[in-house]
């Protein structure tokens, strides 16, 4: 889709207002995804509806998605405006993976355990509670995508 990838990583203010509280907090989720040696520039506390002027200032040609609707606390779509002046980049999501799923379950169990340490009784974390299995196919050429041998 191009040769520089820069990206927004929302602030916790955002997340909270949009989709409830997260796991991690918007410093963690940064260092996190610098990490990844596909990116080549983290934008933090980036706004959940991004403007022409966000792009500009990271010098982004696209507003690039996954192919999941991406609607903002009022219910608007943030990517149409960059559909409009054809300034947008759909990507296909990792089937069963969803970070919103994964967050909700962690939530849950969390409760689950702090109830048993109120009544000191312990409590069972029904299976559909437990943190979601992923299945990944590991491919030779995958596994080779994500192997890094530059020194950090």
């Known amino acids: 889709m191009g040769d520089w990838l820069c990206v927004g990583v929302n602030s916790d203010a955002d997340i909270l207002k949009t989709k409830g509280p ?5 410093r ?3 260092e996190i995804v610098s990490h990844c ?3 080549d ?3 933090g506390k980036a706004p959940y509806t991004p403007d022409f002027e966000i792009l500009k200032s990271v010098d982004c040609g696209f507003y690039a998605h996954g192919d999941d609707p991406c609607i903002d606390s009022e219910g608007v779509d ?9 300034m947008y980049k759909e990507f296909a999501r990792t089937p069963g993976v969803s970070t919103t799923d994964v967050t909700a379950k962690l939530l849950k169990v969390a409760e689950l355990s702090l109830k048993a340490q109120e009544t000191g009784i312990e409590v069972e974390v029904p299976k559909d509670a437990a943190p979601p299995r992923q299945n990944f196919l590991q491919t030779s050429r995958r596994i080779i995508n994500f192997a890094n041998t530059n020194v950090p």
């Open 22 to 26: 997260s796991i991690m907090d918007d």
């Open 28 to 30: 963690e989720r940064c």
């Open 37 to 39: 040696k596909f990116i």
């Open 41 to 43: 520039d983290v934008l």
């Open 78 to 86: 943030v990517t149409a405006k960059f559909r409009e002046k054809n």
